[in-house]
């Protein structure tokens, strides 16, 4: 099956710096990389996502890389502002069986 | 248009007690998922549904979990006599087509807690 690890777990940046959540999955199979910001009490809602196709996919501070042959994929948040705080997810879905596998959750803090 | 829904928004139940969650979709979305939130952790998947198609139960943790779907649409997650360990946010997710990595959209969910 599949296995998506996410880090790091804990994440505290100054406004305006780069934020930068990695994740790595194990099949190679898995092919749409969807990125869910969770802010607290509320749903998971997508924020971006990438297949695997592309290399990277950007929507104005928010970008996804991916690295097939290495099987890690990365979020980029750029001039970060505190309404940026939130859990980020990853998750990787594999066609056989339509399932996405999310990783453990970044809880990003931005200081003002 | 309307989002994925859920009820109820909270429930508080005794231990050994059944509850039932619901999940109201998206429209001609043919693919629902459900998941179980504990604090601070992941999403843990616990079942999914195609269509009319059997049901994928692999992520079901014991057989007091049971969900069905009818007619395509609604979907109720029944937990038969509650432990504490039950006790987490119940998600429900709805994407258009599940094949192709079509993207998911969230309810906001169900938060059980199991005195």
């Known amino acids: 099956g599949e296995n998506v690890e996410q880090h790091p777990s804990t994440l505290s940046v100054q406004e305006g710096d780069s934020a930068v959540i990695k994740c790595t999955y194990s099949?190679?199979?898995?092919?749409?990389f969807p990125w869910y910001k969770q802010e607290l009490g509320k749903r998971p809602q997508l924020i971006i996502d990438?297949?695997?196709?592309?290399g990277e996919k950007k929507d104005q501070r928010i970008a996804v890389t991916l690295n097939k042959t290495a099987k890690h994929f990365s979020l980029h948040i750029t001039e970060t502002q505190p309404e940026d705080s939130a859990v980020y997810f990853c998750a990787a879905y594999r066609p056989t069986g339509n399932q996405f596998y999310f990783g453990t959750g970044t809880s990003l803090t931005v200081i003002p | 248009g309307a989002g994925v829904s859920q009820s109820p928004s909270n429930k508080v139940t005794e231990k050994g007690k059944d509850v039932e969650l619901r999940c109201d979709p998206i429209?001609?979305?043919?693919?629902l998922y459900w998941y179980r939130q504990s604090l601070g952790q992941g999403l843990e998947f616990l079942i999914y549904?195609?269509?009319?198609?059997?049901?994928?139960k692999s992520g079901l943790p014991s057989d007091r979990f049971s969900a069905e779907r009818t007619g395509g649409s609604v979907s109720t997650l029944t937990i038969q006599r509650t432990q504490q360990e039950d006790s987490a946010v119940y998600l429900c997710?709805?994407?258009?087509?599940?094949?192709?990595?079509?993207?998911?959209?969230f309810g906001p969910g169900t938060r059980l807690l199991v005195l």
């Open positions: 549904f195609q269509g009319n198609s059997a049901p994928d």
């Open positions: 099949d190679s199979a898995s092919n749409y």
């Open positions: 997710a709805s994407s258009p087509l599940g094949a192709g990595g079509e993207t998911q959209y």
């Open positions: 990438i297949r695997s196709n592309v």
């Open positions: 429209s001609g979305h043919t693919a």
